[in-house]
């Protein structure tokens, strides 16, 4: 057993994209610092390597192109991404009769569909680079946890069956669903989020621009090329994704609660070719049309949970889903990497300079939950929901402005450990929290009220001023006074939206108690109910 005596400043186990991502980013803040990533599988990676995690929004595609460094490698290797854009379309065999939710054009700021096998190999590959220590083909077989100032142990094997142990002050999990702090401390918590996911790849392009014949429906996009977005077909309790891959593989996922759709339904691909059929019939269509190109498929049960801990005074932490992991719906798993990641730096940093880590580490927690238990409070209970077009439409419009609004600035304005900040404007955003909770519980119950209704229509989020405005904005560099009005007016924004979904939801008879009122004019909102077969912005 070599290396017994050797000391190292941070060991993560798993080399996968969080881990890799996390040693990037401790480098990049302290070059001299000794990180060893310890992954389980060998590099490179093949192409389409069967990974959840392929689409990215605004915190994740930033984290990678701008915090790691990573654009010229994005630009020139992966695809760029045509937004998020929904189909409400259960049982519909022609894609152009469906209500459809998304952009004309793109917003300014990139995002991208990522090939997990080839953006993983390359972060290997970039670490060495960066002159990180990274050894792929290793098993962690045991490892101890040190208290206080004790330092941590990890024995493992490498890949020619040779036994290590290493020493290290920071002891960093980035495993995946093998969870190893989290299940060694029984960590992980029920959220209430009980929804199971299959997907699989498909060595060809569905190319859902051609599933449609009528020119002006292709046209509504420009360019017209829809198959690069992340496109969610949507049905009560479900969504269906599909992911193009920039190796021409096309990526398809069946996600849907539990007590409505059983994963027995779909757990393999034949069941899950019938499913689509009954659901789903133009892609059930498409996927048989390739099925002798089918690369893999895969199931998760309940695959969404919490982590009552991810950060820890005596030098552990978790990152990725070794902690906590949502729901795709949003892609939101590399913003909470990055989350996490960040969170992590700011310890090493706290500790490096010889500060105390406890109530740092308590900030630090408070702030990460936080942010993910408002985030699930979008995911809770609302897939029955996402076959309603009309509740959905303003659905999406109020969770991605509630994204961009609030947790997109604190990111983009490196504001995550803002103590003064977050003293001065806590109160307001607990209060937009509660809010989001409250705007939440109206979408389920303007859901029991709304007339049924599926418009063959396109509701381009580009129409919506404010909507827009609101994403231009998010980028802009601003300093302290700065970053306080523009949180401040976007949390003012935030009360007028939710005013005026109230006021739409109020026309089908729901509820509206404890929700405010729009004291200036409404923000403009997609409303389907105007004209039987017509959508307006109201």
Known sequence: ??????????????????????????????????????????????????????????????YFRETLGLRDYLHREQLFKFGLRYFFSDGCADVGQATELGL??????????????????????????????????????????????????????????????????????????????????????????????????IDARLAIDDWCDDPAWRARCRPPERWRSTNHLCGPGYWVW????????????????????????????????????????????????????????????????????????DRWALTGEAGAFLDPFYSPGSDFIALANTYICELVRADRAGQPLASRVRLSERLYQSFYDSMLAIFRRQYPLFGNAAVMACKIVWDQ????????????????????????????????????ERVQALFRDWHAVSPAGRPATMLDQRQLDWFRALNEGMHETLDDAGVRARLNANLALLHEVAGAIAALASRDGAPIDGLPACTGPAPALFDLAPVEGMASVA
């Open 104 to 201: 004309s054009e793109v917003f300014p700021a990139p995002s991208y569909q990522l090939d997990r096998g080839l953006f993983e190999t390359f972060l290997g590959e970039e670490a060495l680079r960066r002159g990180l220590d990274f050894r792929p083909g290793t098993v962690v077989r045991q490892f101890d946890v040190g208290q206080g100032g004790a330092p941590h142990a990890v024995r493992y094997t490498d890949a020619d069956g040779r036994q290590h142990e290493l020493r290290t002050r920071w002891l960093l999990d980035a495993s995946g669903r093998a969870a190893l702090l989290r299940r060694r401390f029984g960590l992980t918590r029920d959220d209430g989020h009980h929804v199971n996911a299959a997907w699989f790849r």
């Open 242 to 313: 599909l992911i193009p891959l920039v190796s021409g593989a096309h990526s398809v996922g069946i996600v849907a609660d539990a007590a409505m759709h059983p994963l027995d339904d779909y757990r393999d691909f034949d069941r899950a070719l019938d499913w689509l059929g009954r659901h789903q019939p133009q892609v059930a269509r498409e996927v048989a049309r390739h099925r002798d190109a089918l690369l893999d498929f895969r199931f998760l049960r309940d695959y969404s949970h919490g982590c009552t801990q991810v950060f820890s005074a």
């Open 401 to 436: 402005a509630f994204y961009w609004g609030v947790l997109c600035q604190l990111v983009f304005q490196r504001r995550l450990v803002d103590t003064a900040l977050f003293a001065e404007l806590g109160p307001a955003l607990v209060e937009v929290q509660r809010l989001n």
């Open 1 to 62: 057993m070599s290396e017994a005596n050797a000391r190292h400043d941070a060991v993560i186990l798993g080399g996968g994209l969080a881990g890799l991502c996390l040693a990037l980013q401790l480098r990049s803040e302290f070059p001299d610092l000794d990180v060893v990533v310890l992954e389980r599988q060998t590099h490179p990676l093949r192409p389409a390597a069967h990974k959840v995690g392929e689409s990215t929004v605004d915190i994740g595609a930033h």
